[in-house]
């Protein structure tokens, strides 16, 4: 399987829970309405908790703020992420969810990159 990893921090303007709100109640059921277009098979949004814990985190490894979430999207095959992200109806979802994800996501501080899951227990 391939999968897109997007590692997601909210924009200054908006507030933890409606950041939160959006993206679970809003962004969530954008992306399950496109996901035949896009050619992927599963969709995942892990919100940040335990704030605490987080910070204890950073601080004793030297590590940059956590990030407020992480998605994760799945294909089935190499075959299925270039069908999606190529044909004329892909192309217009992915446009579509870059543009929602504006409304909620700092880009400049976010990170997005595809990968392929080696699973070892």
Same mark, same amino acid.
Not at 105 to 119: K, L, Y
């Given at each position: 399987?391939?999968?897109?990893?997007?590692?997601?921090?909210?924009?200054?303007?908006?507030?933890?829970?409606?950041?939160?709100?959006?993206?679970?109640?809003?962004?969530?059921?954008?992306?399950?309405?496109?996901?035949?277009?896009? /050619?992927?098979?599963?969709?995942? !949004?892990?919100?940040?908790?335990?704030?605490?814990?987080?910070?204890?985190?950073?601080?004793?490894? /030297?590590?940059?703020?956590?990030?407020?979430?992480?998605?994760?999207?799945?294909?089935?095959?190499?075959?299925?992420?270039?069908?999606?992200?190529?044909?004329?109806?892909?192309?217009?979802?992915?446009?579509?969810?870059?543009?929602?994800?504006?409304?909620?996501?700092?880009?400049? !501080?976010?990170?997005?990159?595809?990968?392929?899951?080696?699973?070892?227990?």
């Amino acid at each position: 399987m391939i999968k897109l990893v997007y590692c997601i921090r909210k924009r200054d303007d908006i507030e933890s829970e409606a950041f939160y709100r959006y993206w679970l109640d809003e962004h969530g059921p954008l992306v399950k309405s496109v996901a035949e277009a896009i /050619g992927a098979c599963r969709y995942v !949004q892990s919100h940040t908790t335990l704030p605490d814990l987080n910070a204890l985190m950073v601080e004793s490894r /030297g590590l940059k703020p956590a990030y407020d979430g992480i998605t994760e999207v799945w294909w089935e095959s190499q075959d299925d992420l270039d069908r999606g992200m190529s044909s004329k109806e892909g192309v217009e979802a992915q446009a579509r969810l870059i543009e929602d994800e504006s409304r909620f996501i700092d880009f400049s !501080q976010s990170s997005v990159f595809m990968t392929e899951e080696h699973a070892i227990f």
